[in-house]
């Protein structure tokens, strides 16, 4: 057994040590606008879609301008017909470049997250990935300690409450074993504890009062969950005060004595029933878990969902909380065998007996186990994948780890020392040490189970995961002259070359999709009389959007896009206006003990330019600017300017020395902060460069 344990101990600690960190459970699905887009007109509103169903009244979302003002118009609520949604409306925007921060709690499971992602109105798009399109900025604080212990005092009371009523039914013929006080109200306070727990926590982590708590759905779950172990408490609290105490032996039934030998408890003769007014009140209680945990989340096939995991929670609770009352059978005193008046020889035959009615009784609960915990955690861990590339599958990894330890020792007991109890020599005290080995290994699994409980499924956190960061883009739209259609396009990048058109067309009053039978855009240049006007012909999509690819957008300026929708009737046209954004250049820092700061930018051409200040301190310094081909090579400058902009905002030009075709550098005196270089080059072929860096000067 000690071998056992140190192979689940060392493999769990692997598990857990290689597993990635966990996120948030109400991961952000999509937003519109999308992280990073750039929109020619502001939007009325900013929507937010969750993996998870949030609670209005106990989540927040603001939409902050550049200088940190909110500039919503008033507070996010509910989208009606889609409870994944959050929608908060927004008043007249100006250009400029806007921050969404969001804080939601999953009305499902009550816990909380929150992200930032950007928008730019009129200005060149930020840079997107703050929020990977809503879902990777999702943060949170890690597994709350006190939440984990109130769900797992909570799985633990409520497993004793429940394997009473199925051992004293099933297994010791309506009674329960000798010292069944103390487990029955053991049990009660555990329930007890645990939901009192659970509270605190739940409003720790909202940051609200309590009456905030209790009034949204997430604080009303907890007050059934209350109301459920409340009643399953009073219901063992009567049954325990039923029951003989543990130094006085029961009353026999007959003249004969004990009932069948077994190590019993008294019940008065209603113990029947009292048994299943226990086990009825901790299964509804634990079907009140089950409402307020994963399987609530909104799902074709949340019915089943919810049956699965409460038959899950059922059979593990009746398995685990029966151990313990096996255990507590196994460790009672010995009694007389029925008829005899003296004690039998070896171990009781109660005991042997009881043992026996266990194993059967474990069979089918350990069967459904295995069932139910299969489908919900294929489920809930995305997979085959999610087992292994999750913090959540990592840990149901290490509860299945456990759960296979249990069962190889349960194996053993039945095939193994059960049998050898029918010699009056047989192990009775080995039986009692691998018994309360299971014990211990269940309490593991309990336990595990409480983590998974705070952590997001695997397949949320697999399916934000996989979702790249979308690019920058572009995205206007209007309506024809009668309003009958609505057109919005995105482009994407919304840089002057390649871009990536898609049109949405939909009906202007009911916002259903038209069913357009040809999407044409035509471009032109006003400011540019002499660039050719040019047409982009549109395919349709699977999902109903039309799309293609092409290069009309080949000048930086303000185009004028006429969309053409040819209807199942006449055809109309949608005037848009799109101004392209030069792309920004992306800038990485190498840093060496010694060597002065070396900046890399990528330029829009493909090439880069390098640059560094020699020695990067206050004082006398050079700046190096050196241009690169694509291919790596020296690029060769015809033309080149450059200026610096000093801590206190005032620009300087800067002299520039030639070192050689594509490297120049300037002579400067520098003073401490932070210090922005430019330079403004024409290479022999190609178009002009503008590219920049920033240092903090100490």
Known sequence: MRRALAVVLLAGGWLLASGPAAGAHALLR????????????????????????????LSVVHVLDAGGRHVEAGAAAPVAGNPLQLRVPLGELPDGTYTVAWRT?????????????AFGVGVAAPAAGVAGGGAQAATTPP????AIAGRWLLYLGLALLLGASATGLAVYSGRLPVGARPLLLAGAGLTLIGVAARVVAARSAVGASVGELLAADAGRHLVWLAGGALAATVAAALLAARVAPAGRPDRPEGPTGSQEGVPQGRTDGVGREWLVVVGVAAAATMLLEVLAGHAA???????????????????????????????AGLLGRDH??????????????????????????????????AVTGALRALDLAGGWRGLLDTGFGRVLDLKLLVFAAVLALAARNRYRLVPALANPAGPLGALRRSVAGEVALVACVLLAAAVLTQLPPGRFTLATAARPTPPPSVQVQGSDFATSVRLALTVTPGTPGPNTFTAKVTDYDTGQPVPANRVALRFTLPDRPEVAGSTLELARGGDGLWRARGTQLSIDGQWAIAALVHGPGAAVTVSLELHTHAAEPRVTVSRAPGQPDLYTITLPTGGRLQAYLDPGRAGANTVHFTFFTAAGSEQAIDE????????????????????????????????????TFTIDATPDRGSPITASFS????
């Not at 019915?303 to 096996?326: D, E, K």
Request: aromatic letters at 4%; a positive charge.
């Open 640 to 675: 080149a300017h450059a200026r610096m902009t000093t801590p206190s905002g005032a620009s300087r030009p800067l002299k520039l020395l030639i070192v050689s075709a594509g490297h120049f550098a300037a002579n400067t005196s520098l003073q401490a902060g932070r210090t």
């Open 297 to 327: 989340a909104p799902s074709p096939m949340r019915p089943l969902n919810l049956l699965a995991q409460w038959l899950h929670l059922l059979a593990v609770g009746a398995w685990a909380g029966g151990l313990v009352w096996l255990l």
């Open 105 to 117: 709690v999953s009305r499902d499971d009550g816990h909380v997250t929150g992200g930032a992602f």
């Open 30 to 57: 999509a937003s519109d606008p999308a992280d990073g887009a750039s929109l020619d007109q502001p939007p009325p509103q900013v929507t937010l879609t969750f993996t998870e169903r949030p609670e209005p009244r």
């Open 143 to 146: 597994p709350s300690p006190l």
């Open 695 to 698: 240092q903090q000067i100490k």
């Open 336 to 369: 007389p065998a029925q008829g005899t008046g003296k004690p039998n020889g070896g171990a009781p035959v109660g005991r042997v007996q009881a043992v026996v009615r266990f194993s059967r009784l474990a069979l089918p609960v350990v069967a459904v186990i």
